[in-house]
């Protein structure tokens, strides 16, 4: 049972356009939200997180928008640069999880074309 | 900035024999660790909660007598996989928190099992 989808696997976008990534969840007990980029054969990198007292968190080209109502929450990259061509993580956790405890989603194969 | 460090980050073995993979938090204590497996193509899957002192708590569905984890310190975590086969052959990663959802991951370990 996927608690957190990603259900776009892959996705394409120009250079210097807007790049939006999705991810939803089922289980209402989530409480927090996190993004993590990957490169290939590496440990993940956190990008940006958002508690679920906030709709909205920003971080520079990042940011991160969050609907629980939807159990819905999304990624917005933009400018788009060469250099987000990476795989993305979504990831939740919550209190009844212990905290640290993260679940992911599936991830998105971002391509940023020049 | 807090670093997390796996070793190795290739290892090719032989069927049948044991494999151990090290993670260390560098610059500050982690009571819990935890081991994730990647898939191609798919999600991080959680092993188990590795916890200093004490028995690692498994996730359903992984055997605990072929992952044996072990968390002798506050900065060390291994993870052994034992009596290894192709089908153990996969990309694992350790992750350290140093704040409730805050993670911290290790660089991954590519493990071949031929």
């Known amino acids: 049972d996927q608690q957190v989808k990603q259900n776009s696997p892959s996705l394409s976008v120009q250079e210097g356009r807007i790049s939006i990534l999705n991810c939803d969840y089922t289980n209402s007990m989530f409480d927090y939200f996190l993004w993590y980029k990957k490169y290939p054969a590496e440990g993940p990198t956190f990008l940006i997180s958002i508690s679920s007292i906030k709709d909205k968190n920003e971080d520079g080209r990042f940011t991160v928008f969050l609907n629980k109502s939807a159990k819905h929450l999304s990624l917005h990259i933009v400018p788009s640069q060469p250099g987000d061509s990476a795989v993305y993580f979504c990831?939740?956790?919550?209190?009844?999880?212990?905290?640290?405890?993260?679940?992911f989603g599936t991830g998105t194969r971002l391509t940023i074309i020049p | 900035g807090a670093v997390v460090s796996q070793h190795p980050s290739w290892v090719i073995c032989k069927s049948g024999t044991s494999v151990k993979i090290e993670c260390r938090s560098l610059d500050f204590q982690a009571t819990t660790m935890f081991w994730y497996r990647q898939f191609p193509k798919q999600s991080l899957m959680l092993m188990a909660t590795s916890n200093e002192g004490s028995k690692a708590t498994y996730e359903q569905g992984v055997e605990k007598d072929k992952f044996l984890i072990n968390h002798a310190s506050l900065t060390l975590s291994t993870l052994t996989v034992t009596s290894a086969h192709p089908e153990d052959s996969s990309f694992y990663i350790c992750?350290?928190?140093?704040?409730?959802?805050?993670?911290?991951f290790g660089q991954g370990t590519r493990l071949t099992v031929v």
């Open positions: 992750s350290a928190s140093i704040h409730p959802v805050v993670t911290f």
């Open positions: 990831a939740a956790s919550g209190v009844d999880f212990g905290n640290e405890k993260l679940t």
